[in-house]
């Protein structure tokens, strides 16, 4: 299967940038789609940024496009969030996420390997 390990994650101060991690190992599924949701306190899980394969198709949320960018190193099965002018709504457990049926997407359902999750905190 795929195992999925988030860093990067930490507190910050609004208009602070981080750049979250996610390493995968297993069968890496490096042919499809793979995403960055997160989740609030008492609030859904919410879709952030998706990138296909190659790296040229991206999709964003409203709330973060201009701000973050996600990318791909493939040779590193690895995926990348770069998240600048962060500010306190950022705020929540950011989970990378893996498909192995799409080649985009920004459907929960659409990815069957999760993280375990990475805690941004920005505060005002």
């Known amino acids: 299967q795929v195992q999925l390990v988030e860093s990067g994650g930490g507190l910050v101060q609004a208009g602070d940038s981080l750049r979250l991690s996610c390493a995968a190992s297993?069968?890496?599924?490096?042919?499809?789609?793979k995403a960055w949701f997160r989740q609030a306190p008492g609030q859904e899980c919410e879709f952030v940024a998706a990138?296909?394969?190659?790296?040229?198709?991206?999709l964003y949320a409203d709330s973060v496009k201009g701000r973050f960018t996600i990318s791909r190193d493939n040779a590193k099965n690895t995926v990348y969030l770069q998240m600048n002018s962060l500010k306190p709504e950022d705020t929540a457990v950011y989970f990378c996420?893996?498909?192995?049926?799409?080649?985009?997407?920004?459907?929960?359902?659409?990815?069957?390997?999760w993280g375990q999750g990475t805690q941004v905190t920005v505060s005002s």
């Open positions: 996420a893996v498909s192995s049926t799409v080649w985009l997407g920004r459907a929960k359902s659409e990815f069957d390997y």
């Open positions: 990138i296909n394969w190659g790296g040229g198709s991206t």
């Open positions: 297993g069968r890496t599924f490096s042919s499809y789609a």
